[in-house]
DNA sequence: TTTTATTTGTCCGTATGTATC
DNA sequence: GGATACATACGGACAAATAAA
């Protein structure tokens, strides 16, 4: 077990983040703002400089702080707390945030749909699909790029149709398919590479969140596969069980 | 929309990338062992070196295959599908995948909490909690490191139970605590930093999957709440709705 | 330890089909 | 139709890292 100054039963440097994570949630240092120095911030609360860093450390790590050398350290933007539930919907999670949601087709085809594909949606190997790669974005900053899969022969055209209406919901509802449901979601992490570099406009090497999704009509029948890549310093999803 | 030769309605690219996939899913290409060269592929292919690289570098991007400069591209292991629902477990996750789980206690203490965690738990500002840092692993290879928090008037000395039991079911037993609830769930990710670069035995700048949850007793009263940090490469979280 | 061959990474270029204005 | 931009596909050259002789 750890040593701990006997006065408070905490140690030093959980303290100074507790304090300066309560600073950044109570709107003392608002989202992109430099916080003080370290050495001020040491002064402040009568610790030694170490201190400090150890406290930014864990604080960086967790994403609410971003250190730049030879600069300062500044505070992150909140995350957009992402749900993820039967009822899954872009436009809406970003919408009740307050934000404006919006969807870019970036390129679109039909082809044949490997075994992978095939299987999630249920169709005979090759039978064709149309695929969607899109770019999402929240008040004009891009959240997510990705890809979304449905069977051509029931959603015929549904690229030309995404287009004009930039929304998946709208989309399904011009194929009368008014309700459905996120069948299973898949999370992972990886690195941005240099097109997603681009599009989701990060810096080299920034972590992203993989998402492989199915969505289902209410007879079961499964109508939408997506794999999408999250700009993960912008995102947060949440699971309620 | 893109262009396509007409023969096939496909991408030259997509159909390596796609053949590729296969391989590896249908077991010809085993975890861990060695693609043939890009020339290779390219001649059983008939297509250019530079259209195998473009197909070899998406199923990077998705985590499937490796490439090492001078050596070659290597199937990545299969990642751990890692259930997140209403009743998770460590344990039990890794047990059902035919792996061995192993928790190990890192660090302990009793500490006043702060204003996030007394929220989470439901307690007073201040109110003593129980902090476990932990490691995990399946087979011997780290999974996560985190820190799980248990009000300590509830749970006294649980660290002391944890650290025989190496796990948090066996713990919450001792305290006739039979069975227990995910209440929710956040997921982000980040880039590893030192310390758990070394913990989790990882290369620097790998991504990490961080996670934040709150259990609850079968009274829907809050008992455990947990932030870890999970190797990305090893971990994939899966939500069925 | 040094050399050599192999393999991936990066850059130059050319040609072609498609989409958009 | 023309001009432009972009994605695909092929060709070649060399650098950098690795592995084996």
Redesign the pocket.
Known sequence: MTYQPAESGLALWRRVADAIESGIAGGKYQAGTRLPGELEIAEQFGVHRHTVRRALATLAERGLVRAERGSGTYVEAQRIAYPIRSRTRFSEIIGTSGREADGRL??SSVEPAGADLAKKLGLKANAPVVRIDMLRQANRVPICVGTSWLPAERFPAADRIY?TTRSMTKTLAHFEVTDYRRAVTRVGAALVD?ADCAALDLRPGSPILLVESVDHDLNGDPILTTRARFAAERIEFVIES
Chains 1, 2 share one sequence.
């Open positions: 970036i390129d287009k240099a």
